[in-house]
């Protein structure tokens, strides 16, 4: 990764973006991706694709998505005295939240609050060690009643983020909040920066979609645009090699291990098929999930648009995830990007992924 391509990353993983109100990141995903795409759009919801077209005339469109959205809160209530009591923008973990900075996003700008904390001291005894619900959270900006709240600009329905920035980590590791999934984001930039350097027989797009995090949204009002050929989604996925998870249960995924496929539902056969061959073709080691009901990505969203768009999921092992030091390994980035990039190189005009029963 070079200098350029690691600000672009941190900078698009530090832009507030949580579900419904993504559109601060799409700006920094958008103008990026000016630089190589033949074109960059958007819908009216905020979903926004770059495209780059393919040099045969009848070829095929192949997608790739990320999501853009990360989860949060949203101010819900707001006491006399001037605390903020809030609500859950999707999977929030409220077990890890008391004692965090939190950054409220209001009409004059972003807004400083911290997840107050009762001292361990003064806690009630009999649930010293349980955590907290949702509703118990309580936001200290500052103010001392309703009046200085509305003065600094912030109302009840205004989103909030933790204000934990990404940073680069360890041996060759980044950390910090919202890599699920504007880390995917990155990715499918690099992708598509790849494919503009050299000749293509397909048209690629690349969708950066709204509202995962809630129901994969956004996928499916962008699929049922653009539809694609074909459709490769990039997701993270729970690295399980970390202490306190069970493999038997979750499956093993180890952080470093490589890309992730994952087999069964919305993934359909043949694109993974094609997935394995170009793995074995490029020498990058798989790591593989199963998916028996559903695989809790925008796959899910994309499958079924219309008669069907053949697709698949390739994830990143990610540890810790929904909290704020949500932790990916670099090679792992690197690889999910040379992988997908030789995935879409390798669709030819003749290419079909329909069954023939
Ligand atoms: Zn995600």
Not at 221 to 235: F, G, I, N, T
Not at 328 to 334: E, F, I
């Amino acid at each position: 990764m070079n200098d350029s391509e690691r600000d672009f990353l941190l900078n698009l993983l530090n832009t507030p973006s949580p579900t419904g109100f993504e559109i601060p990141g799409q700006k920094v995903w958008a103008e990026y991706n000016r630089s190589h795409a033949d074109s960059v759009e958007n819908d009216a919801y905020g979903n926004t694709w770059a495209t780059l077209g393919g040099d045969e005339t009848d070829g095929l469109t192949v997608m790739i998505e990320a999501h853009a959205d990360e989860i949060g809160y949203m101010v819900k209530h707001i006491t006399k005295e001037g605390f903020l009591f809030v609500d859950r923008i999707g999977g929030s973990d409220w077990a890890t939240a008391r004692g965090r900075r939190i950054t409220i996003l209001g009409d004059k700008g972003e807004v400083k609050g911290i997840i107050g904390n009762t001292a361990i001291h003064i806690r009630d005894r009999e649930n010293l060690e349980k955590g907290p619900k949702v509703h118990e959270l309580a936001i200290d900006i500052g103010a001392s009643s309703a009046e200085d709240v509305a003065e600094l600009g912030i109302r009840v329905g205004h989103p909030a983020v933790y204000s934990d920035a990404a940073e680069l980590f360890g041996k060759n590791q980044i950390i910090g909040r919202a890599l699920d999934n504007r880390i995917g984001g990155f990715i499918i930039s690099q992708v598509m920066k790849k494919l503009a350097a050299e000749k293509q027989d397909s048209t690629c797009i690349a969708l950066n979609a709204i509202q995962e995090e809630i129901g994969g949204y956004g996928a499916k009002m962008a699929s049922y645009r653009l539809m694609p050929d074909v459709c490769l989604v990039l997701d993270v996925t729970h690295a399980t090699d970390s202490p306190g998870i069970e493999e038997k249960q979750h499956g093993t995924v180890k952080l470093g291990g490589g890309p992730s496929i994952t087999h069964g539902t919305a993934n359909h056969p043949l694109v993974v098929q094609r997935m394995m061959q170009v793995a074995e073709e490029k020498g990058i080691t798989l790591q593989h999930e199963a998916s028996s009901r559903a695989t809790g990505t925008d796959t899910d969203s994309i499958y079924h648009i219309k008669s069907g768009i053949p697709s698949a999921l390739v994830s990143l092992p990610l540890r810790y995830m929904h909290s704020v030091v949500e932790m990916a390994d670099l090679d792992d980035v690197q690889n999910v990007i040379d992988f997908m990039a030789a995935f879409v190189s390798s669709i030819k005009k003749d290419d079909s992924f329909a069954h023939v029963v």
